[in-house]
């Protein structure tokens, strides 16, 4: 039987009725990352979308460092965007993050996210 558990790093605000990530552990280990913002450890939003955008992966990163992954053990991706001038940033980090690394992946532009402040968030699901 598999085994759940919730993962909350430190390096990443402390979420509020909700788990930054799930552990689902078998014969293989799965992480299910919940979105993440641009908001940093502090509570602090970055005025940009670009700002946003590194601070939004550097929070899934910590997430996947937390359980012993890197973001080549991403299988999916979604991600969701207010504004399609960010599209560019967004594909530019993205490659910056995963290089060659090819995951299943969604991109949407919404009309708006949790905290009217947010621009960018990201959900991923990693396997070990």
């Keep these: 039987m598999a085994t759940i558990t919730a993962s909350n790093p430190q390096a990443v605000r402390q979420p509020t009725g909700y788990s930054h990530g799930i552990v689902v552990e078998g014969a293989e280990r799965w992480l299910v990352i919940s979105g993440q913002v641009g908001m940093g450890p502090d509570g602090s939003v970055p005025s940009t979308g670009e700002g946003q955008i590194a601070q939004a992966f550097a929070n899934l990163r910590a997430v996947l460092e937390a359980n012993g992954m890197?973001?080549?053990?991403?299988?999916?991706?979604?991600?969701?965007?207010?504004?399609?001038?960010?599209?560019?940033?967004?594909?530019a980090a993205r490659g910056a993050v995963l290089g060659d690394h090819a995951p299943a992946s969604t991109l949407l532009f919404v009309s708006g996210l949790a905290d009217p402040r947010f621009m960018v968030e990201i959900e991923a699901v990693a396997v070990r």
């Design 70 to 91: 890197q973001p080549g053990n991403i299988v999916k991706i979604m991600v969701f965007l207010t504004d399609r001038a960010l599209l560019s940033a967004y594909r």
